[in-house]
């Protein structure tokens, strides 16, 4: 049995770990969840963001970043036993889907003969190494859309859209944030309360929120897929973007086509065929196709214009969503000035840039992908259509291609 006291050694051994030195939030966290582990507290999403954020707790927003931060943690906690904590007699490690510190002492199973074998087996150890090095980089260069993310020298950051949410009465009578498509902004607010005034007593505009449970899924699965390349982002908010930031580094985007929105600037800009439209302007075209699925009946304001050259054709397509159960998103990975590549996912609901998220960091779906379009193209736009039921086990289907050439 491990004793309070070696629990806390153990504590502040990682604290003062290389590894642990210069990260604070993993510190804190790390330092409260084995204090917890200590006296045996169950611990869970809620209690750790309430614990953490006090007064400043946000249910969606704080809860989804305390799961990323656990993530990180777990991270962290590898990389320390795994080097410089190879040899402690007490490991440590948070299992997926738990917020619990497990101990447990780590068997010396070392001996004399072990060493040796160790050390005969070092050169082919080396060949085995160098040949999955040579391996890595031959596949990283078969990955047309990711290879330049981590291998251009520019840091990357995920951009999240913030989503607008006005505070009012609830069904049992407190006070929550509440989330209507059709207000983006204070404006929309005061505009559609205009003809009811009395309602400003119990309704006011909120913030804005960028972190929740759909964002969540898409920056685990990214941090996944850089984590495998050795890789890593930061994150901030779309509204903290400036025009000069897309020319120095790379960007993933995930959000929406809603209003003004410096990444449709920069689709139109760099895209050649395809272009994003305001859904009240009908150009003249040939063809209008309307990949509307099943049920949907919701248009957030743009739609895609894509000029078929072989066909010789304008095609005006209707972005449609029903908000919870069928959504289009459009995915574009383009270069950018100075060497730069940026990775575009438009859905108006989010749940539809999720599921691209997921299918363009699936190893499985990206490498089929990849051999089925980007032979000679490192630039492409895609639309898919998403279906699902209440925004989950959902399907997606890829319904246009252009290679931007």
């Keep these: ?48 963001s309430i614990e953490l954020f006090g007064s400043q707790y946000q249910h969606e927003k704080s809860e989804a970043t305390v799961r990323v ?28 889907g738990q917020y619990g ?65 006005y505070y009012g009465p609830t069904l049992f009578n407190k006070i929550g944030w509440h989330r209507d498509y059709e ?35 898409s920056v685990n699965d990214l941090s996944k897929h850089f984590s495998r390349h050795k890789n890593e982002f930061k994150i901030h908010k779309f509204h903290n973007l400036s025009p000069q930031q897309l020319k120095e580094q790379n960007s993933i985007y995930l959000g929406t086509l809603k209003s003004d929105n410096a990444f449709v600037d920069f689709f ?51 972005l449609k969503s029903n908000g919870h159960s069928h959504e289009h998103v459009l995915v574009a990975k383009l270069n950018g000035d100075n060497n730069t590549v940026n990775f575009l996912f438009f859905s108006n609901h989010g749940f539809g840039g999720t599921a691209a998220v997921e299918y363009f960091t699936n190893p499985d779906s990206l490498a089929i992908f990849n051999k089925t379009h980007l032979q000679q193209s490192e630039e492409f736009v895609a639309l898919f259509d998403v279906n699902g039921k209440e925004r989950t086990s959902m399907h997606i289907k890829q319904v246009l291609f252009d290679d931007n050439k």
């Design 1 to 48: 049995m491990i004793s309070k006291e070696e629990k806390i050694n153990v504590l502040n051994l990682l604290l003062n770990s290389k590894t642990f030195s210069k990260s604070t939030t993993s510190n804190i966290l790390l330092k409260y969840l084995i204090e917890s582990s200590i006296v045996n507290k169950n611990l869970n999403a809620s209690d750790i």
């Design 69 to 96: 931060n656990i993530y990180h943690l777990r991270k962290k906690l590898k990389k320390y036993f795994e080097g410089e904590g190879l040899n402690d007699s007490i490991h440590i490690e948070i299992k997926r």
């Design 101 to 165: 510190v497990s101990f447990y002492k780590k068997e010396n199973t070392q001996s004399r003969h072990i060493q040796k074998v160790k050390f005969a087996l070092a050169a082919g150890i080396f060949i085995l190494l160098t040949a999955g090095f040579f391996t890595y980089l031959k596949q990283s260069k078969r990955d047309p859309i990711w290879h330049a993310f981590f291998t251009n020298g520019k840091e990357t950051t995920l951009y999240l859209y913030d989503i607008f949410g």
């Design 183 to 217: 207000l983006n902004s204070s404006s929309d607010f005061y505009n559609a309360i205009e003809g009811h005034p009395d309602l400003l007593k119990d309704y006011s505009p909120g913030r804005n929120v960028y972190v929740n449970f759909l964002s969540a899924y």
């Design 268 to 318: 139109n800009l760099k895209s050649k065929h395809v272009k994003l439209i305001s859904s009240n302007i009908t150009p003249k075209t040939k063809n209008i196709e309307y990949f509307d699925g099943r049920n949907a009946e919701y248009n957030e304001g743009r739609n895609i214009q894509y000029k078929d050259a072989q066909k010789n054709i304008d095609t005006i397509i209707e």
